[in-house]
T-cell receptor
Framework: DTGVSQNPRHKITKRGQNVTFRCDPI?????LYWYRQTLGQGPEFLTY????????KSRLLSDRFSAERPKGSFSTLEIQRTEQGDSAMYLC???????????????FGEGSWLTVV | AQTVTQSQPEMSVQEAETVTLSCTYDTSESNYYLFWYKQPPSRQMILVIRQEAYKQQNATENRFSVNFQKAAKSFSLKISDSQLGDTAMYFCAFMKLRGSNYKLTFGKGTLLTVNP
């Protein structure tokens, strides 16, 4: 499977606990994105990496959220002291920009569902 | 900032018929991409079709085609010969090219149900 891989697919946690999600992008893709999606809404941008550098963070990414991409390969998204409002699907996506029209498409993983109880 | 509006929260169509999903967007950019993504009940977001703003010709992919009206900032998706497997959420998305982060801005989606 050469697509974007995310795990765990589902996570139920108690309020106040920490959770971590992992994303393995398509191997040749140097750009990696995290989005959050709640029921009935479109995905909302959280953060973006180019190789190992985190170049943009949304205001949605509070201090309790941290993302890393060591060595520019896989990425992790950690949520500390989870709150019920963090319940959502967390989507990872990757892209390599070819500079021409045909190859520039963002590919998504299956997402990681978080339920905070 | 860019905004994407999908004014139809839900739509339904009979199998084998044609349906059009609407999308409008607001931007001051002149160079951008537009996308339609499909998210079936299994939840993985799948690319349906892409349109580069500098191209006047409307994109087509098999049964899927778009009507891109740049001046009107409109980007509708037409699905011909609808199939049961087309049942899904459909999201319109905008990608700004200036600035080089290439992130997507999504609309709220349209839930399409194809009835047998």
């Amino acid at each position: 499977d050469t697509g974007v891989s995310q795990n765990p697919r589902h996570k139920i946690t108690k309020r106040g606990q920490n959770v971590t999600f992992r994303c393995d992008p398509i191997s040749e893709h140097n750009r990696l994105y995290w989005y959050r999606q709640t029921l009935g809404q479109g995905p909302e941008f959280l953060t973006y990496f180019q190789n190992e550098a985190q170049l943009e963070k949304s205001r949605l990414l509070s201090d309790r959220f941290s993302a890393e991409r060591p060595k520019g390969s896989f990425s992790t998204l950690e949520i500390q002291r989870t709150e019920q409002g963090d319940s959502a699907m967390y989507l990872c996506a990757s892209l390599t920009w070819t500079g021409t029209g045909s190859g520039n498409t963002i590919y998504f993983g299956e997402g990681s569902w978080l339920t905070v109880v | 900032a860019q905004t994407v509006t999908q004014s139809q929260p839900e739509m339904s169509v009979q199998e084998a018929e044609t349906v059009t999903l609407s999308c409008t967007y607001d931007t001051s950019e002149s160079n951008y991409y537009l996308f339609w993504y499909k998210q079936p009940p299994s939840r993985q977001m799948i690319l349906v079709i892409r349109q580069e703003a500098y191209k006047q010709q409307n994109a087509t992919e098999n049964r899927f085609s778009v009507n891109f009206q740049k001046a009107a900032k409109s980007f509708s998706l037409k699905i011909s010969d609808s199939q049961l497997g087309d049942t899904a959420m459909y999201f319109c998305a905008f990608m700004k090219l200036r600035g080089s982060n290439y992130k997507l801005t999504f609309g709220k989606g349209t839930l399409l149900t194809v009835n047998p």
